[in-house]
């Protein structure tokens, strides 16, 4: 294919000829790369421009963009809540992760302090063969959720015994959550459970547990929930002969979920299968009852639940649909200044001309699984929405490119869905924003998602007041230090000793962090907002947690609707919950607070931050 005819075939299915650099110029994408991803997206280089079904150019016309859901009461008064990973919480009964029951008592404590809405980590399926493989960010499947979170001592039948409180003794003394001996421990009771159910309804002992409702739950699972179920038995049965938990290593006859070889597992291992239904029906049903929970705590959103952008390349999802994913090329992220190569997050994403087809599009079913249970929803990586950076498989991401998705009709099943769930929708769109989308996003009444930090420009920190209303406003995310951290500049030392940054550049960040502080006490006084005496950089800890009051006291003056305060900045954290470009070197997604749930209410910083939240926003 001559170059004139390929560069016009990468512009009719949505490549964008150029990427940015760190340097913030225009880099061109080669013709090898335009080959590469045009495969990816499964269109054929014949030599003609006209294979395929090219992209029509989606972007809404201003004006006729569909607006998401919105409460009433948003319409007159600002709203707080909280943020946390739920597998961070320590209590005295979990099994050394938090689950759906401290969620529940979560939520009361949350409605206590005036608090309207919990905003959580992905809650999507992981690999259960393989719990070590643990960020929320890479889940299994996005269309079911994690059995790690079922509270097992609140299943009906469940006992315990001396043997099992030690095992569950030493998990919750763990620093961080142990997955593999969690869900080694979680699942290994929740089979003899399933086994005891399984007989009590044979005989009809179980009818307090509403097995007609398990019924029903599968039968409106439907084939999603089967594969699923089928998936996990598989992928168990895999690790046990040494093969992996990921399809992508399995025998051949495995590799599609129609094959006459998956086709006699089902059968082989019908009640496992049950089993792994069974779970999804417990972690529904607890977590139906943490949100209703939080209902009657008074938080008048209740649940805010992220989505991740795509799902593990050989997980669940990508099994159980391959049609509908992009399978030659991952998610990634073009090189920045703060991670100089570029990312591959090696996640599949829907294939543009497959997202939002059919009765109900894979788009549709992935938001409503989530909006079933929240009142708000945040997507993660936003400006998927209009285009997603793809990496071809064994590339460095260098070699990717920007790919554009069909943003009208994202946007129209965003406001339908919305509406029947009544439910807000937040945009995550830090980083490499096309230009526009966040105009877009405001028009469709899609929140955006604003961190303290990045909230700059050339002046300096924005002032409160300039904040857009249509807002979600934090200090800190799971990607993120505490605002203590980022005080001390440990986030920028993170990324230096992990090799995320080289050193010469590392120094260059820590000037600027010089600078950075200066600044935010700028904004700060300028906010009327009191500052702790001798807040230098090496200012002590119980300086910065001063800090950390005046900070959440600055962006709760924000006109913006929604402000999530961090629980790891109310049990001031050292530790990150992640670090971006990390794997092996740090244990990220693992660390948990290093206090108590049930001693939240003693921590001094949890009752200044959350008194000067309900002062600055009370409840209406």
């Known amino acids: 294919m001559k170059s004139a005819e390929l ?14 650099s760190p340097e913030n110029r225009e880099v061109a994408i080669s013709a090898e790369t335009k080959r590469k991803i045009l495969s990816a997206l499964n269109i054929e280089l014949t030599g003609t421009v006209e294979t395929g079904a090219p992209q029509r150019e989606t972007k809404p016309a201003r004006g006729k ?12 008064t600002c709203v707080w809540g909280m943020s946390l990973q739920l597998y961070e919480l320590r209590s005295a009964r979990n099994w050394g992760i938090g689950d759906f029951k401290d969620l529940a008592d979560v939520a009361n404590l949350a409605g206590s302090l005036g608090a309207d809405f919990i905003g959580l980590n992905p809650l999507h399926a992981p690999f259960l063969a393989d719990p070590d493989r643990c960020s929320p960010y890479e889940p299994s499947s996005r269309q079911h959720l994690n059995p790690l979170y079922i509270a097992v001592d609140q299943v009906p039948g469940f006992t315990s015994s001396p043997e099992l409180e030690g095992q569950l003794e030493r998990l919750r003394q763990s620093d961080l959550v142990d997955y593999v001996d969690v869900a080694r421990t979680k699942v290994g009771a929740l089979r003899d459970l399933w086994s005891a159910w399984r007989q009590g309804r044979v005989s009809g002992k179980a009818a307090s547990d509403d097995p007609a409702d398990f019924d029903a739950f599968v039968a409106q699972g439907g084939d999603s929930l089967r594969q699923h179920a089928l998936f996990e038995c598989l992928s168990s049965s895999m690790v046990e002969r040494g093969v992996g938990p990921g399809w992508q290593r399995w025998p051949a006859e495995f590799q599609r979920f129609d094959s006459a070889a998956v086709g006699d597992f089902e059968r082989e291992h019908a009640d496992d299968a049950r089993f792994h239904m069974w779970l999804q029906w417990l972690a529904h049903r607890q977590l139906m009852q943490a949100a209703d929970r939080a209902r009657k705590a008074g938080l008048r959103i209740g649940l805010y639940l992220d989505l991740a952008v795509g799902e593990a390349v050989d997980g669940s999802a990508t099994w159980s649909e391959p049609d509908v994913y992009v399978s030659k090329a991952t998610i990634g992220s073009p090189p920045d200044p703060f991670a100089v190569d570029g990312q591959d997050w090696h996640l599949a994403g829907y294939l543009p001309s497959k997202i939002a087809a059919g009765e109900v599009s894979p788009y549709r079913r992935m938001v409503s699984t989530a909006m079933r249970y929240a009142g708000a929803i945040r997507i993660d ?31 129209q099943i965003l406001a339908e869905a919305s509406a029947e769930h009544r439910c807000l929708v937040i945009g995550e769109s830090l980083g490499m924003i096309p230009e526009g989308l966040q105009e877009d996003l405001a028009a469709a009444g899609i929140l955006s998602y604003r961190i303290l930090s990045y909230e700059q420009d050339e002046k300096g920190f924005k002032p409160a007041d300039a904040y857009p209303i249509l807002a979600l406003a934090c200090i800190s995310t799971h990607d993120h230090q505490t605002l203590a951290g980022w005080w001390r ?26 600078h950075e502080r200066r600044r935010l006490k700028t904004v700060f006084k300028a906010a009327g907002i009191d500052l702790p005496p001798r807040l230098t950089a090496r200012a002590s800890q119980e300086t910065l947690k001063d800090l950390t009051v005046s900070a959440y006291r600055f962006i709760a003056r924000t006109p913006s609707l929604l402000t999530a305060v961090r629980l790891a900045d109310l049990t ?9 470009g990390t794997s092996d070197s740090y244990p990220n997604w693992k660390p948990k607070l290093s206090v108590l749930l049930e001693d939240l209410l003693s921590s001094p910083l949890l009752k200044i931050v959350t008194a000067a939240m309900q002062e600055e926003r009370p409840r209406e």
Do not use: M, Q, W
């Open 381 to 411: 990586h936003a400006p998927a929405i209009r285009r997603l950076f793809l990496v071809p498989l064994g590339d460095r991401p260098e070699s990717g490119a920007y790919v554009r998705y069909p943003e009208d009709r994202l946007l």
């Open 572 to 580: 001031d954290e050292e530790r990150p919950t992640n670090i971006p």
């Open 489 to 514: 500049g440990a986030d920028i030392r993170d990324r230096c000793e992990h090799g995320i940054v080289p050193p010469d550049l590392t120094e260059e960040h820590l000037k600027h962090r010089k």
């Open 65 to 76: 963009i569909p607006v998401s859901f919105l409460p009433d009461f948003l319409s007159d």
């Open 7 to 20: 560069d016009k075939l990468a512009r009719l299915h949505g490549i964008s000829p150029t990427r940015p």
